[in-house]
């Protein structure tokens, strides 16, 4: 998490999109996304109650050096993240969905919602008036869900080659 000198310095650069695991559960695969996000310039938003401790080992190992680099939140409930993201078009990623994730046009400011490992998202977050649109990143048949870290990886990458990788070296 970003704090003091490096908050100032991050605040002053866009954020392109916002990715939100909504009560995440396991520790290396949250570690995996703040990495992520650290090298995309995503604000990573986290719904409590989360299934760890920002403290944890396996977190920050995972994480490795990028946890000063991401921008964390950590917000009581879903709707902390829409008072965060006021007007921002809300995209919930979900196994159920008929749209792929390709299927999207994105634009810089959209949410990328996320699940629990186990369970994904819950129906009251996925019939919340803020979604946009349910969104699938697809894969063969007879296989449940691909490993949350994986599927933030693979979404927020095609948001951003979609606005041509803006920002990037």
């Known amino acids: 998490m970003i704090s003091g000198q490096e908050q100032r310095r991050h605040d002053s650069l866009s954020v392109v999109f916002h990715v939100v695991l909504h009560e995440p559960q396991i ?3 949250t570690g995996n996304v703040i990495r992520t996000s650290a ?5 990573l938003h986290l ?4 299934g760890f401790s920002m403290d944890d080992t396996k977190l920050k190992r995972a994480g490795l050096d990028y946890h000063d680099l991401a921008h964390v939140s950590v917000q009581p409930t879903i709707d902390s993240v ?3 993201t006021p007007g921002a078009r809300v995209f919930a ?3 159920q969905a008929t749209n792929r994730h390709t299927d999207i046009n994105y634009r810089p400011g959209d949410v990328l919602l996320f699940g629990t490992e186990p369970d994904g998202l819950p129906a009251a977050v996925l019939d919340h008036p803020r979604i946009t649109a349910q969104a699938r990143i697809p894969m063969l048949s007879g296989r449940r869900s691909l490993n949350l870290s994986a599927s933030v990886a693979i979404a927020l990458y ?3 080659r ?3 990788f803006d920002g990037a070296a």
């Open 82 to 84: 829409w008072s965060a």
């Open 27 to 29: 520790p290396p695969n």
């Open 39 to 43: 090298v995309t310039g995503a604000h």
């Open 158 to 160: 095609e948001a951003w």
């Open 93 to 95: 990623f979900t196994t």
């Open 47 to 50: 719904v409590e109650p989360l």
């Open 162 to 164: 979609q606005l041509d």
